[in-house]
């Protein structure tokens, strides 16, 4: 039957006895009371070849792990070397290739553009309204009393012809409501002419309105009251 493992103190290396918690020779505290299959082996080995201390074993242990463990790891990386299929999607239908599956966008479709083309009609044809036509003469109403615009005074020994013919030019200017008045019927004349006229107001301030543009044709041209 083999002897049991001698326990020694990792600082000192001075033999302890199992539960012992102190060494006796340096004082240190002991790591464990039982020893382990480790420490049994390290303290076997340091018993054969004190050179090596209890330091040796589990060293090499370590590395055997670590070489395992390389190895291990080298082997679970190279099965997954194989790439996997990369599917690229690009719309439309499904194409399925030795790399992975294709989305092929079908082409696309244009609607057809109709184009309108506006349909221009000529402006309606306007026709300017004729001007309202000027009377040939106008008489002064009978009886009436108010103001008119006395453009011109001939003798009536001279002829009724003259003051016809005079206030035709005046109408010809652009004067309206033109005509010829005998001033012996009317008590606010001076009887004897024959009395060229503009308009019939009932007002002074409707003639004076009226006396501006009567004198672009004729400048002598003034109001004046006209009295049965």
């Known amino acids: 039957m083999n002897e049991p493992s001698t326990l020694r103190c990792p600082r000192c290396e001075a033999v302890v006895q199992p539960g012992q918690e102190y060494c006796l020779e340096c004082g240190g505290r002991l790591g464990h009371a039982h020893p382990g299959p480790v420490e049994r082996a390290s303290a076997g080995v340091t018993e054969r070849h004190p050179w090596a201390g209890a330091w040796v074993l ?20 190279g099965d997954g070397d194989q790439p996997s299929a990369v599917s690229t999607a690009t719309g439309g239908s499904l194409t399925v290739t030795d790399s992975g599956s294709t989305l092929t966008a079908p082409e696309p479709t244009e609607p057809t553009a109709t184009t309108t083309v506006p349909t221009t009609e000529p402006p309606p044809t306007t026709t300017a309204p004729a001007p309202p036509a000027n009377p040939a003469a106008v008489s002064w109403p009978r009886n009436q009393r108010g103001w008119t615009i006395v453009l011109l005074s001939l003798p009536q020994a ?6 016809a013919a005079a206030a035709a030019k ?9 005509g010829v008045l005998d001033s012996s019927r009317y008590a606010s004349l001076h009887p004897g002419y024959y009395v060229v006229f503009t308009g019939v ?10 006396l501006q543009r009567a004198r672009a044709v004729v400048p002598a041209a003034y109001q004046r009251e006209i009295v049965p």
């Open 158 to 163: 001279n002829g009724r012809s003259a003051a």
């Open 201 to 210: 107001f009932d007002t002074e301030p409707e003639a004076a309105s009226a």
């Open 170 to 178: 005046a109408r010809s200017g652009g004067l309206r409501r033109v």
């Open 58 to 77: 589990p060293a090499l242990l370590g590395l055997a792990i670590a070489v395992l463990g390389t190895g291990a790891a080298i082997a679970i990386s």
